[in-house]
């Protein structure tokens, strides 16, 4: 099954900079990623999926990007609000047709006023 | 049209005893999933439920742990004689496909307390 890799290293920014989030993934490719945002004591919250033939993909001011080649899938938060602060996962499907989505552990992002 | 429903939000049990965790997902999903969140992990998946079916059960542990979706009613996640290890917070997710590439609707957990 797959592995994910998510930097478990909290991202300190500044307010109005861009965050950016990296997940790694190391088995086959997915037809589809996507990622999730989760508050302390909260249950997580979807943002956004792309698919495998999908480069980027974008809502409001989040930006997903998909490189198959790499295995990679890029998550960027611009204008970061302090309101942003939370821990992002990444979620893609366990297994080859399987329905059930592996998470990565998330990374913790913090923005500073 | 309400979200995913789980309760109770926070549990306490000796050990020992049993643990009946319930979600209703959200009207008109009929895929149910439950996972379970340690501290500092990541969400690990558990089972994967349609009503009165059990699709996928990979995740769970041989004993003490099982799980129901039936016809009428909440989808029931349920361990027996619990032990300290048991502690988590446990999330269910619904969704109204199949499909896994349609967004899971999560609940707000309950956080299981073994004492």
């Known amino acids: 099954s797959q592995k994910i890799e998510q930097n478990s290293e909290a991202l300190n920014i500044q307010e109005g900079k861009t965050a950016t989030l990296t997940c790694n993934y190391t088995?086959?490719?997915?037809?589809?990623l996507q990622w999730y945002r989760q508050d302390p004591g909260r249950g997580p919250v979807f943002l956004l999926l792309?698919?495998?033939?999908?480069k980027e993909k974008r809502k409001e001011r989040l930006k997903v990007t998909f490189d198959t080649t790499l295995k990679q899938s890029l998550f960027h938060i611009t204008a970061s609000q302090p309101a942003d602060s939370a821990t992002y996962l990444c979620a893609l499907p366990a297994d080859y047709g399987n329905n059930r989505l592996a998470f990565g552990k998330g990374n913790q992002v913090v923005v500073i006023p | 049209n309400a979200g995913v429903m789980q309760n109770p939000r926070h549990l306490v049990r000796r050990r020992g005893q049993e643990a009946r965790l319930r979600c209703s997902p959200m009207k008109g999903h009929s895929h149910v999933y439950w996972y379970r969140q340690l501290p500092e992990e990541g969400l690990k998946f558990m089972v994967y439920?349609?009503?009165?079916?059990?699709?996928?059960e990979s995740g769970m542990p041989k004993e003490r742990f099982s799980a129901e979706f039936p016809k009428e009613g909440p989808s029931i996640l349920r361990i027996q004689q619990v032990v300290r290890g048991d502690s988590a917070a446990y999330f269910c997710?619904?969704?109204?496909?199949?499909?896994?590439?349609?967004?899971?609707?999560f609940g707000q957990g309950t956080r299981l307390t073994v004492v």
């Open positions: 997710a619904s969704s109204p496909l199949s499909e896994g590439n349609t967004e899971a609707f």
């Open positions: 439920l349609q009503k009165e079916n059990i699709i996928d």
């Open positions: 792309i698919r495998e033939n999908e």
């Open positions: 088995n086959y490719s997915p037809a589809y």
